[in-house]
């Protein structure tokens, strides 16, 4: 008995599934034209879209921050990120150094970690990300944003603050290796003349001679510090890419082909409920 009614609700699925596909077949070929129609008219409305769109192109800079903390860096860029987003222009160039104009030109900015797990002190710098409408503008807009982050009170500070130091550094070391200088001579002198101590002296000669280098190696690494000191040091350039990065032309023909197949398929549905409640009334009449 339960063998008999799988059979005939197995049967019973079966019909109607072929009852279905029998009831699209039919509705396709009534109303065919008219989704073709409609989707050939999202197909080319997805072209046009794509022609008219102002083409987006992505470009990366990769900063390395020697103040603030990449974190923090971050943040201030998605604070410049909602300005633009809100239009705020005029606040937004004060701040880059830059004019409004060049701002009409900026579709987005963000900005985001190499690093991706967490550290106080990520030697890897970030990257910052923008969407322009014109590539011309990188080179100018890269400047506005250096400009942005090392131009705040603080950092202005801590930069001018950091290169006293290093200067002083510089000074005191610069003297060491001076008054080692003559200490050397003085003692090379009393070795030529060959005084009875001359054993220990050259000791003292050889010891004079490392903390020579040493001096040496500081001074240089001080000055090398020196010369590269910013609030944040450019690793990477904005590159200007050819291709832009929106609108794509198979996402614009996709969407554009999907709206009018469903548009042309909202209005064979229409047609067809037309069609019956007509037919409904002439039976009844």
Do not use: C
Request: no cysteine; proline share 1%.
């Amino acid at each position: 008995m339960d063998e008999r009614r799988q059979i005939t609700s197995s049967q019973s699925d079966e019909l109607d599934l072929l009852n279905l596909v029998r009831k699209a077949w039919f509705f396709f070929q009534k109303f065919g034209k008219t989704i073709i129609f409609f989707s050939i008219g999202g197909f080319v409305l997805g072209i046009a879209f794509y022609l008219l769109l102002p083409k987006q192109y992505e470009s990366k800079l990769i900063l390395h921050s020697s103040i603030l903390t990449n974190e923090e860096e971050i943040e201030i860029i998605k604070t410049w990120s909602d300005l633009l987003g809100k239009g705020e222009y005029a606040s937004l160039a004060n701040t880059w150094n830059v004019s409004q104009s060049l701002l009409s030109g900026v579709f987005e900015i963000s900005a985001r970690e190499i690093q991706k797990l967490y550290s106080e002190k990520n030697p890897n710098g970030f990257i910052v990300n923008v969407m322009v409408l014109d590539t011309a503008i990188l080179k100018n807009l890269q400047d506005g944003i250096i400009y942005g982050l090392e131009n705040s009170y603080y950092v202005k500070e801590r930069v001018e603050t950091k290169k006293e130091n290093l200067n002083d550094l510089i000074s005191k070391v610069t003297q060491e290796i001076t008054n080692l200088d003559s200490t050397k001579k003085t003692v090379t002198d009393i070795i030529r003349n060959k005084n009875t101590s001359t054993s220990s002296l050259l000791i003292d000669v050889s010891g004079i001679n490392s903390e020579w280098v040493e001096l040496n190696e500081k001074l240089l690494d001080y000055k090398e510090e020196l010369k590269f000191i910013g609030a944040v040091q450019v690793l990477q350039s904005f590159n200007k890419s050819s291709k832009p990065e929106e609108p794509k032309i198979l996402k614009s023909l996709f969407f554009g082909l999907a709206f009018g197949a469903f548009l042309g398929y909202l209005i064979a549905l229409y047609k067809n409920l037309r069609l019956s409640i007509q037919s409904r009334s002439a039976d009844q009449d």
